[in-house]
């Protein structure tokens, strides 16, 4: 009940496409979800994150999903850039435990 | 990166020795966090800190120790390496729970 699923284990995109990552947890106690951007040879870094009194969050070129009722959330990218490439997690907690589930990674690369 | 420093950056050692890795922060966040990334995992919680002396363990903690004796330091030691521990270790820390997590460049760390 404390997995966070996540999905596709790699994409490919091309130049300019839409990115779309998805993550379904079971734990309804989890109240925040953030999505985690990590480079080669660097620690993961936040992206953007929601909170569950919304549907949808958006920064820039990437927004948040979330459906509350279905339990899942997706990391949309627009316009995905040759730059956006790295791999990216989504995670899970709830304040009242210190742990950060954390989905198994997407690692994207966008073609020019 | 978020007044982080992690060291060694990178270690070889034999299996059954001891290894202590250290996490600095200049942030004076409450949390501190060790985790390992192992490829398909995704980020796991090995150990966490909620404040100096206090500690707690986290998802996959057997073989591990952690000491905080500062606000700014966490200690993780592996107390006899095995080749499962091989795998790269992140420190994080945070102002929060449930908030965003600032994480160190990691720590390569190879068991043989």
């Known amino acids: 009940q404390q997995q966070v699923k996540q999905s596709p284990q790699s994409l490919i995109v091309q130049k300019g496409g839409i990115s779309i990552i998805n993550c379904a947890y079971e734990n309804t106690a989890f109240d925040y979800f953030p999505w985690y951007q990590q480079f080669p040879g660097k620690g993961p870094a936040l992206l953007i994150a929601i909170r569950p009194d919304v549907s949808e969050k958006k920064e820039g070129r990437f927004t948040i999903s979330f459906n509350k009722s279905a339990k899942q959330f997706s990391l949309h990218i627009m316009d995905s850039q040759p730059g956006d490439s790295a791999t990216y997690f989504c995670a899970a907690s709830m304040a009242s435990n210190y742990q950060l589930i954390w989905g198994a990674g997407t690692k994207l690369i966008i073609k020019p | 990166d978020a007044g982080i420093t992690q060291s060694p950056r990178h270690k070889v050692t034999e299996t059954g020795t001891p290894v202590t890795l250290r996490c600095h922060q200049t942030?004076?966040?409450?949390?501190m966090y060790w985790y390992r990334q192992d490829p398909g995992h995704g980020l796991r919680l090995i150990h966490y800190?909620?404040?100096?002396?206090?500690?707690d363990k986290g998802e996959v903690s057997d073989g591990y120790s952690v000491s905080r004796s500062k606000t700014e330091d966490f200690l993780l030691t592996l107390e006899s390496a095995t080749s499962s521990q091989t795998s790269v270790y992140f420190c994080?820390?945070?102002?929060?729970?449930?908030?965003?997590?600032?994480f160190g460049q990691g720590t390569r760390l190879t068991v043989v």
């Open positions: 994080a820390i945070s102002a929060q729970v449930n908030t965003e997590a600032f």
């Open positions: 942030e004076n966040h409450r949390y």
């Open positions: 800190s909620y404040g100096v002396k206090d500690t």
